[in-house]
């Protein structure tokens, strides 16, 4: 069985400033797939980030950047020089070949202030 | 590209009373599913479709919730007889095949509201 575990809750940062949202899973699985996914109010999730749990390199997109510890199983999700459409709730999710099944965590609600 | 289409957005009804929700996934895609989202929670997934074909349902409350995919294109997911712990956002959610990529495109839920 898959688990994914983020213990933030909630977030805040200044626009432009750096965060960094935290993620823990488990899987008895070799071959997995990591994701970030953002749930703007009231809009629909779209996928921010992912990352093969083979490839060593950590993946990046634009501002959007994680810190892949396979040893420590943990996940994390740095967003640089946030802005105000950043806010949104985040979702960690894991992906495993045999269960082709997404588990989604409890979600970090981000906001970026002024 | 058209995303998936939700209706209806938002739906209030009384307990014991039936729900249908529609879901148009993006043209193309063969694998669709529904997730359930409690208030606060992450998506849990309650099936999955490839073409016409429930592949996976086991999380899926058979007593009260049915869901069909005719055609394997739009799909239905019905509550009968809705109860008050019903009450969440139900997600539609498409991919290309087996969505082994991990990348769903999501529709913008529907919400209901269980009295």
């Known amino acids: 069985a898959q688990t994914v575990t983020q213990s933030q809750p909630e977030m805040s940062v200044q626009e432009a400033e750096t965060v960094t949202l935290s993620c823990t899973y488990d899987t008895s699985e070799s071959n997995y797939y990591l994701f970030w996914y953002k749930q703007p109010p009231s809009r629909q999730m779209i996928l921010v980030i992912r990352q093969e749990a083979y490839k060593q390199q950590n993946a990046t997109e634009n501002r959007f950047s994680v810190n892949f510890q396979k040893a420590a199983k943990s996940f994390s999700l740095k967003i640089s020089d946030s802005q105000l459409g950043d806010t949104a709730m985040y979702f960690c999710a894991s992906l495993t070949g045999t269960a082709s099944k997404l588990t989604f965590g409890t979600g970090t609600r981000l906001q970026v202030t002024l | 590209e058209a995303g998936v289409v939700q209706s209806p957005r938002y739906k209030i009804i009384e307990k014991k009373q039936p729900v249908a929700f529609w879901c148009n996934p993006i043209s193309g895609h063969n694998t669709l599913y529904w997730y359930l989202q409690n208030l606060g929670q992450g998506p849990e997934l309650l099936i999955r479709y490839e073409n016409e074909e429930a592949v996976d349902d086991s999380q899926l409350p058979k007593d009260r919730f049915s869901a069909e995919r005719l055609k394997g294109v739009d799909s239905t997911l019905k509550i009968q007889p809705a109860e008050l712990g019903d009450s969440a956002v139900y997600l539609c959610?498409?991919?290309?095949?087996?969505?082994?990529?991990?990348?769903?495109?999501f529709g913008e839920g529907s919400r209901l509201t269980v009295l």
């Open positions: 959610a498409s991919s290309r095949w087996g969505g082994h990529t991990g990348e769903l495109f």
